[in-house]
């Protein structure tokens, strides 16, 4: 299984500028997520799914879009990139259901994005 | 809110040291969790506990769940320069919240 990845590894773009940061699993996970990491703040929740065609809003979901097509996929599309959305992000999933072993995400290697 | 303080917020420890780390929680949890991010590379779950008072260990590393809920702590025994990394702590209360982290470095 290659597990949780994640492309592109680094990108740099300008203000204003829109991307889709692509994730995929292949462990048939129903739920997924997205995070960012900076410096100092742990990860904060952008956007998750627990299934093909349900996702929800994180803790810091505005100027991020998502969907979930496939169990496989979960992109990330910034609509208006801006300086404050430099960052590194994370895909992360689980097994979904009641089971306590959602909580045990399995995350991709990130993508580092400067937006300048 | 759901406040997840971890510390130290670094360390530099002697090869064969045993160190330890801890996060508390301004709520209850449920769930702890903790991970390791090596550099470049995303965070691999190292333990989850799911009780409190549990104790898990994974090779040379033992996590335990607070018996109050509000706490759990990681323990390294006899640090080797591959423990090297950032450390992380994750609960779930009412959402999943990340500590900030625990950057290790090993000195040799």
């Known amino acids: 299984n290659a597990g949780v990845t994640q492309t592109p590894k680094f990108q740099v773009l300008k203000t204003g500028q829109s991307m889709t940061l692509q994730c995929a699993q292949d462990?048939?996970?129903?739920?997924m997520s997205w995070y960012r990491q900076d410096p100092g703040m742990g990860l904060r929740l952008i956007h998750y799914s627990v299934g093909a065609g349900i996702t929800d809003q994180g803790e810091v979901p505005n100027g991020y879009n998502v969907s979930r097509s496939t169990t496989e996929d979960f992109p990330l599309r910034l609509l208006s990139a801006a300086p404050s959305q430099t960052s590194v992000y994370f895909c992360a999933s689980s097994y979904g259901g009641l089971a306590e072993r959602y909580n045990e995400q399995f995350f991709g290697p990130g993508t580092r994005l400067t937006v300048l | 809110g759901q406040q997840l303080n971890q510390s130290p917020q670094s360390m530099f420890i002697q090869e064969g040291e045993d160190v330890s780390m801890n996060c508390t929680s301004s709520s209850i949890f449920n769930t702890w969790l903790w991970y390791k991010q090596d550099p470049g590379e995303g965070p691999v779950l190292l333990i989850a506990?799911?009780?409190?008072?549990e104790l898990t260990s994974n090779g040379r590393l033992t996590a335990q769940f607070g018996i109050t809920r509000k706490d759990s702590f990681l323990n390294i025994s006899a640090s080797i320069p591959s423990d090297v990394g950032i450390y992380f702590c994750?609960?779930?209360?009412?959402?999943?919240?990340f500590g900030a982290g625990t950057t290790v470095t090993v000195r040799a």
């Open positions: 994750a609960g779930r209360g009412y959402k999943l919240s």
């Open positions: 462990m048939n996970h129903e739920y």
């Open positions: 506990l799911y009780k409190a008072g």
